[in-house]
């Protein structure tokens, strides 16, 4: 007997868990527990992130409460609903602090992974659904959705479309009310919900001979309203569509289609250990074969299964509209392999994949493998969120640590100078910060600062602290000018000016300092200068090299080589901190404080 229970307890124990899974709410439980790992991790890796990317021109340039400022065009996108989000929150806390951008981009995240949930599993069953949600909501292949605030309206966008298929879904007059709202506010956020639009059109009129064409009303409406705004936003001379791109599209859908099997299946990572802006680039050479192979199973499901639903058909041509209007939009800033659009396509994917597989029972072995690619997936995704967060922190740091030298030598800044002007910023650090001064201040007179303040930075990382200092030297742009008429000796050398001879050797002389190489070959020495005065130096021979700084350990900023004399000197600003200038010369040097 006992031998019998003990073969019965496996099978009695399976049997309640097949009875709990079965129950209505088992499957958000699940997927509920697995928002709240994804909402730790990105607040673990993500929380203590700035302005970056897009949110540098809507918080400098974007931030008036005025109709144009909601309504102009964003690269040709209308993304009214995402500025009235942005500037509330711009008005309620400022550019600083940058969480609660963080928490509604968390929000968001869990809202389309769930909205992603309900979708499939009213197809495929509960549990079978949490696998396409799940690998949606820990995509981190699709990082500059899922990890930053910066693109909130292609998110808004996305769970406002997939709200609308599901109150289509409903099939009455509450649905249809409620499909009207979400597609205006779809539309209203980002070009998807024109994909959206045209899809739900389909499906209206698929479904014309049981629900009527009445439902029309639902997409004429909205679209008629976005007609309007185009019309109106011709002016400002953003068009996102280029009818050369038409010629490519084939390509440019199978690139979208390449990047989005990569993201899904994990294999996007690049190989070794890369920079954090080599490690954002998506890897799309190992998953070209299947871009053929999921070719050839969405035409055998066509073919050969049972005939699709109209919410089939109207997902399949949702995903082809988005590929075709990403692909009128490429350019060489916009690659059809990039991270947004890899999420985008992915999770159109995922509904699409849950209407063509719904009706198929699906054997245990398939369900087994398919719950097993899952985690090789998520091990990818997850290591890719990861990275993201790395990249966003460390790029709201260099931002944070650029917009406070900005703010600490305001007074001598030009109107129209630009921060990350002339530089060749790549993936990282991102150049992002290409607003004139003048409506930087504005906005910061307006809302507050996101910079650090001067011990911030004196305390940030090297990095961020040589990027305060390319900033204020490229402000300020000083120079070596002539020196004054050389001191002829009394009194002593003024405390602030402290060298530092490295292969050489300092004495003070008559207020000065005489340093001079120990050995043969050329010398460094460091000078410290406080702001609102400067160094002037005389020699027998020219400077080889004079380098300046203020917030890193050495002076980095080479301005070239000078003459046997000269004077660099630094206006006066609100941070103690002394300036940085270091000589490198042969023979000896005499170098003196030269007030304000």
């Known amino acids: 007997m006992a031998g019998a229970s003990a073969a019965r307890g496996p099978l009695a124990e399976d049997g309640r868990l097949r009875r709990w899974a079965g129950k209505p709410n088992a499957g958000w439980l699940i997927l509920g527990a697995c928002m709240v790992v994804a909402a730790i991790l990105v607040l673990a890796w993500n929380g203590s992130t700035s302005l970056t990317i897009d949110e540098w021109p809507y918080f400098v340039d974007r931030s008036h409460w005025t109709l144009e400022n909601i309504m102009r065009p964003t690269g040709g996108h209308l993304l009214a609903l995402g500025m009235v989000l942005y500037n509330a929150d ?24 769930g909205l992603v949930y309900a979708y499939a599993r009213r197809r495929i069953g509960p549990l079978p659904a949490l696998i396409p949600a799940v690998l949606i909501l820990f995509l981190g292949a699709g990082w500059e959705i899922l990890m930053s605030s910066a693109v909130l309206p292609n998110q808004m966008a996305m769970a406002a479309g997939i709200g609308m298929l599901l109150a289509l879904d409903r099939r009455d007059r509450r649905g249809d009310a409620l499909a009207f709202v979400l597609l205006a506010c779809s539309i209203a956020s980002f070009s998807i919900g024109l994909a959206f639009a045209a899809a739900a059109a389909l499906r209206i009129v698929l479904e014309r001979r049981e629900l009527g064409l009445r439902r029309l009303v639902i997409v004429v409406v909205p679209l008629a309203l976005y007609a309007v705004w185009y019309v109106w936003a011709l002016k400002y001379e953003q068009g996102n569509f280029a009818a050369s791109n038409i010629g490519s599209m084939p390509s440019a859908i199978f690139d979208q289609i390449n990047a989005s099997l990569s993201a899904v299946t994990g294999l996007f990572r690049v190989d070794g250990r890369p920079d954090i802006g080599d490690a954002l680039i998506l890897e799309t050479s190992r998953t070209t074969a299947l871009v053929f192979v999921a070719g050839f199973a969405v035409a055998w499901r066509i073919l050969r299964g049972r005939p699709l639903s109209p ?26 392999d990039a991270s947004r659009y890899a999420y985008m396509f992915s999770v159109l994917l ?77 993936v990282f650090p991102y150049r992002d910060m290409t607003q004139p001064a003048v409506r930087y201040f504005d906005a910061v007179d307006r809302l507050g600062s996101p ?31 002539e020196a004054p008429k050389r001191p002829t000796g009394g009194g002593d050398a003024i405390p602030v000016l402290q060298p530092l001879a490295l292969n050489g050797e300092a004495s003070e002389a008559d207020g000065c300092v005489l340093v001079s190489p120990v050995q043969p070959g050329a010398t460094f020495a460091l000078f410290h200068v406080a702001p609102g005065t400067g160094l002037a130096f005389y020699a027998k021979r020219p400077m080889s090299d004079v380098a300046v700084g203020r917030f890193t350990e050495g002076p980095d900023i080479s301005l070239g080589p000078a003459g046997k004399s000269g004077l660099i000197s630094f206006p006066e600003d609100a941070y103690d901190g002394p300036w940085k200038v270091g000589l490198t010369y042969t023979g000896k040097v005499t170098a003196c404080p030269v007030s304000g």
């Open 451 to 481: 910079g650090y303040d001067p011990g911030e930075i004196a305390a940030a990382s090297p990095d961020a602290q040589a990027a305060a200092d390319r900033l204020l030297v490229s402000a300020l742009d000083p120079s070596v000018q």
């Open 90 to 113: 711009y008005s309620i806390f400022g550019p600083e602090p940058h969480l609660p951008l963080t928490l509604v981009t968390i929000g968001f995240q869990c809202l389309v992974a």
């Open 311 to 336: 919410a089939a058909w109207t997902t399949l041509a949702l995903l082809g509209l988005y590929a075709v209007l990403v692909g009128l939009g490429l350019n060489e800033f916009r690659k059809p």
């Open 350 to 426: 995922m509904l699409v994949s849950a209407d063509l597989l719904q009706g198929i029972r699906i054997p245990r072995v398939w369900a087994i493998a398919a719950v097993a690619a899952l985690a090789v997936s998520l091990v990818s995704n997850v290591a890719q969120m990861h990275t993201a967060g790395t990249f966003f922190e460390s790029e709201s740091e260099l931002n944070r640590a650029e917009a406070g030298a900005l703010d600490l030598v305001r007074p001598y800044v030009a109107p129209d100078f630009v921060a990350e002007s002339g530089r060749g910023y790549g």
